[in-house]
């Protein structure tokens, strides 16, 4: 179950200059104060690296949204910690769920890879939530690496392929690849090391190494976003591959978020070790179901329902265990509305991925392959 960093700003202004390194823009002259950092963490012939970090100096907000103009031949690759799109040479990084909202004086970072031909002019303006500001810059010191960051970083462990286009060991790194974004999402008390990898938003892997205590450590994922609600959506299919290890306290499982939050639909595809659900009700076999031998979206499943502090809960646990299969995701969410367990729920986040309890020292986890499609 994925847990959500909070962040944001408000007014910024940033640049760099040519050969540039690290950035920081004085505060803005904007009614709500910020100041932003901006890396270019590696540069090559056609194409660069950057990274950006806003402290908000003024009022908590909850969202926040920064734009800039590129110039011609500059286009956004990839990003992550930030939904970003571009439209010609108009470019605008937004929060996305888990870091909306930031406190005073707090700060919060993305970053994206672009591409470059001709030239590689640097922004000259910016606005936040719509606020134009201007401000110095100081001039780099250290020119940025000249070679694309394709290869894991040194110290890397094993298990993360050379050919891997991303590879992150924060708590909550996220990277944004052909609409799909990827989190470490290290949420639990008393987790140990992670390092998330991808080729793509749908080939990505995890190396693990987590204590075999109690409670959830982690859950790495990709997803995609819906906003749509249940009875407007004509279908929603996913496929899955995985590859897992042989021991340890884990599921390979679908968490999808529906009515803000309120509801957390889980579904189990296999299980190992100690883990099971959130249910109303446990008896010496651990949790109850509250369905069981439920035919839906196109598998068998015993289904539980309960609550997680503030959101109800509700597991799909595949009666047997697959490490690969489709799954008609909009039929497994309508059983739920037509057994009355909730009306015409607003469909969020569709995320897919594995939730660790522990692992068997460090352990591999791979996405082969995966798809999810709605209309």
């Given amino acids: 179950m994925r847990r959500r960093k909070l962040a944001g700003c408000l007014?910024?202004?940033?640049?760099?200059?040519?050969?540039?390194?690290v950035v920081t823009a004085l505060p803005a002259s904007a009614a709500a104060g910020c100041t932003v950092t901006y890396e270019?963490?590696?540069?090559?012939?056609?194409?660069?690296?950057?990274?950006?970090?806003?402290?908000?100096?003024?009022?908590?907000?909850?969202s926040w949204t920064l734009g800039w103009s590129f110039g011609a031949g500059q286009t956004v690759t990839q990003s992550w910690n930030?939904?970003?799109?571009?439209?010609?040479?108009?470019?605008?990084?937004?929060?996305?769920?888990?870091?909306?909202?930031?406190?005073?004086?707090?700060?919060?970072?993305?970053?994206?890879?672009?591409?470059?031909?001709?030239?590689?002019?640097?922004?000259?303006a910016f606005t936040l939530n719509g606020v134009a500001c201007t401000g110095g810059v100081t001039n780099p010191t250290t020119p940025p690496p000249t070679t694309p960051p394709t290869t894991p970083p040194t110290g890397s462990p094993g298990g993360v392929p050379s050919d891997a286009a991303w590879v992150a060991t924060g708590q909550f790194d996220s990277w944004t690849s052909n609409g799909y974004t990827l989190n470490n999402d290290v949420w639990g008390g008393g987790a140990g090391s992670q390092t998330i990898w991808a080729r793509s938003g749908t080939n990505w892997g995890v190396v693990s190494n987590q204590p075999r205590t109690s409670g959830v450590k982690s859950y790495p994922h990709t997803g995609r976003t819906v906003n749509r609600t249940l009875s407007s959506l004509s279908s929603i299919s996913?496929?899955?591959?995985?590859?897992?290890?042989?021991?340890?306290?884990?599921?390979?499982?679908?968490?999808?978020?529906?009515?803000?939050?309120?509801?957390?639909?889980?579904?189990?595809?296999?299980?190992k070790g100690a883990v099971g659900p959130i249910a109303e009700s446990y008896d010496a076999n651990g949790a109850v179901p509250s369905a069981r031998n439920v035919s839906a979206g196109g598998h068998t499943w015993n289904v539980y329902r309960g609550s997680n502090g503030s959101n109800?809960?509700?597991?799909?646990?595949?009666?047997?265990?697959?490490?690969?299969a489709t799954i008609d995701i909009r039929a497994v969410l309508n059983w739920l509305r037509t057994n009355g367990w909730y009306g015409d729920v607003t469909v969020g986040e569709i995320q897919f991925g594995f939730e660790i309890s522990g692992t068997a020292g460090q352990s591999n986890f791979v996405c082969n392959s995966f798809n999810l499609t709605y209309a």
Avoid at 11 to 21: K, N, R, S
Avoid at 105 to 124: A, D, E, K
Avoid at 312 to 324: D, L, P
């Fill in 11 to 21: 007014a910024a202004c940033l640049g760099i200059a040519a050969g540039a390194g």
């Fill in 312 to 324: 109800q809960v509700y597991s799909f646990i595949r009666t047997s265990q697959t490490n690969a």
């Fill in 82 to 124: 930030t939904t970003l799109t571009q439209s010609g040479s108009a470019v605008t990084a937004k929060n996305v769920g888990y870091n909306g909202s930031i406190a005073t004086n707090g700060t919060q970072s993305f970053g994206f890879n672009g591409s470059w031909t001709g030239s590689n002019p640097v922004p000259t």
């Fill in 238 to 271: 996913s496929s899955f591959n995985v590859s897992v290890p042989a021991d340890g306290d884990y599921e390979t499982a679908y968490d999808i978020w529906a009515d803000n939050y309120a509801y957390e639909i889980m579904i189990w595809t296999n299980q």
């Fill in 40 to 62: 270019v963490s590696s540069q090559w012939p056609g194409g660069f690296g950057a990274n950006v970090t806003i402290k908000n100096l003024g009022d908590a907000i909850g």
